[in-house]
């Protein structure tokens, strides 16, 4: 089965409102990164977390080594915010770094 | 800060056709990494170095060979294109292939195989 698992896998979001991506592993990960894939296809780096929490704008982000999650968070979503996310936990089984499947955001006015 | 430059942009190439990829990055990162993204999907390991003159399979190494001519450079080879093939490659690097290594990504290298 899939070692990272995204969920939504697809989400359509009003602009202005919240909402949450989240990431489930079964693989010991000891770092998680997000990114968000633009429609060009260019992958800009959101987070790279160990456990605990960041937030960076209108974006925060969650990992519980412990559980085996992650979670992304989304506040007053805005246009520009659409495209695909994704996350990637470090596999310390094989020394490295596993990539979800995606949740791909249409974000619209 | 760095980047990563990816070499060609698009790439056409026919049936049976060798064909290669090139990544340079300015990060002075040790760790340089291929991978492959099908329409739609997420992105699949396919060789990655942990320094110069090394090389590791990924998850989809067969069909592919690389090369880490320097520290700063990682090339991808596709064997032999596969006919109707189209994928994205993504180079990327990070400081250390442990888990205090931070991946960077370049823009990415589209591969059309007519």
């Known amino acids: 089965g899939d070692k990272v698992k995204q969920s939504p896998s697809a989400l359509s979001l009003q602009e202005g409102t919240n909402s949450a991506l989240r990431c489930n592993f079964s693989?010991?990960?000891?770092?998680v990164q997000w990114f968000l894939q633009n429609p060009r296809g260019s992958l800009m780096n959101l987070f790279y977390?160990?456990?605990g929490t960041k937030e960076n704008g209108r974006l925060k982000s969650a990992f519980d080594s412990k559980e085996s999650y992650s979670t992304l968070h989304i506040r007053d979503a805005q246009l520009e915010d659409s495209g695909t996310y994704f996350c990637?936990?470090?596999?310390?089984?094989?020394?490295?770094?596993?990539f979800g499947a995606g949740t791909r955001l249409k974000v619209i006015a | 800060g760095g980047i990563i430059t990816q070499t060609p942009k698009f790439l056409i190439g026919q049936e049976g056709q060798k064909l290669t990829l090139k990544c340079q990055q300015n990060?002075?990162?040790?760790?340089m990494y291929w991978y492959r993204q099908d329409s739609g999907k997420g992105l699949r390991l396919i060789y990655y170095?942990?320094?110069?003159?090394?090389?590791q399979k990924g998850d989809l190494s067969e069909g592919y060979d690389a090369s880490r001519e320097k520290k700063s450079s990682f090339s991808l080879t596709v064997t032999s294109a596969q006919k109707n093939e189209m994928a994205v490659f993504l180079c990327?690097?990070?400081?250390?292939?442990?888990?205090?290594?931070?991946?960077?990504f370049g823009e990415g290298s589209k591969l059309t195989v007519l």
């Open positions: 990327a690097s990070s400081m250390t292939g442990g888990d205090t290594g931070q991946l960077y």
């Open positions: 693989i010991a990960a000891t770092t």
């Open positions: 977390l160990v456990p």
């Open positions: 990637a936990a470090f596999n310390t089984g094989n020394y490295k770094y596993v």
């Open positions: 990060f002075n990162h040790d760790t």
């Open positions: 170095s942990i320094t110069e003159n090394d090389l």
